[in-house]
């Protein structure tokens, strides 16, 4: 597609219940990244897949949150058991591989996910 | 000590004059810089992008890298009420994996 497509735009929950969140980045590029925004604030890092290389989760805040991407593509954030403080825009960015030592290409975003638990 | 620190707004500035937004980093190895602009209930946005110590400019944008003093800066002249949003400083960190992104200045510019 032509931008970052994420899935649902919207999602309202109950709290103690599962959800999955969908990404499907920009084709050809190999980095996807998942950020939380919190009302009024700052973009949370939270998970970064680089091709067939070991995700960095070092961002995730609990083992309640999880993330895959299959075949280098389509990526899922799942997070389980929703708690209230769950509650935010879920952003989901694409980005070209960078060069051999050069550095990180610009990142695309998607347009959110937002999820409210009630 | 935050990983990326921008200056507190909210930043108001008259219309036509220069905004100055401020970025400062812990990492010193880092090396890619970037803002991006957010208007309000949308995603952010790519503006600039900066790898080098010095100026870079786009239009009525400029990017100022000091690596050794760890700051990066975005200055907007003739600013004009379409560029009220929040910008985001976000910095490449060594690894090469994660971008770090800064808590995001208001900027209002009045007409």
């Known amino acids: 597609g032509a931008g970052v497509s994420q899935s649902p735009s919207n999602k309202v929950t109950e709290k103690g219940k599962d959800v999955e969140l969908r990404c499907d980045p920009i084709?050809?590029?190999?980095?996807l990244y998942w950020y939380r925004q919190s009302l009024g604030q700052g973009l949370e890092f939270l998970i970064y897949?680089?091709?067939?290389?070991?995700?960095?989760k070092s961002g995730l805040p609990s083992d309640r949150f999880s993330a895959e991407r299959t075949g280098g593509s389509v990526s899922t954030l799942t997070i389980q058991r929703t708690q209230q403080e769950d509650s935010a825009v879920y952003l989901c960015?694409?980005?070209?591989?960078?060069?051999?030592?050069?550095?990180?290409?610009?990142?695309?975003f998607g347009n959110g996910t937002r999820l409210t638990v009630t | 000590q935050k990983e990326v620190e921008q200056n507190s707004g909210p930043l108001s500035v008259p219309e036509g004059a220069i905004a100055s937004l401020n970025c400062t980093y812990s990492?010193?190895?880092?090396?890619?810089f970037f803002w991006y602009r957010q208007y309000s209930g949308k995603s952010p946005e790519l503006i600039m992008f900066?790898?080098?110590?010095g100026d870079k400019e786009d239009g009525r944008f400029t990017a100022q890298l000091n690596k050794a003093s760890q700051y990066v800066s975005l200055l907007i002249r003739d600013s004009q009420p379409s560029d009220s949003a929040t910008y985001l400083c976000a910095v490449q960190e060594t690894s090469g994996s994660r971008l770090t992104f800064g808590e995001g200045t208001q900027l209002t510019v009045n007409p």
């Open positions: 900066i790898y080098s110590n």
């Open positions: 897949f680089q091709g067939n290389s070991a995700p960095d």
């Open positions: 960015a694409s980005s070209l591989k960078p060069g051999s030592g050069g550095p990180n290409s610009p990142l695309h």
């Open positions: 990492d010193r190895g880092s090396q890619s």
């Open positions: 084709s050809g590029h190999t980095a």
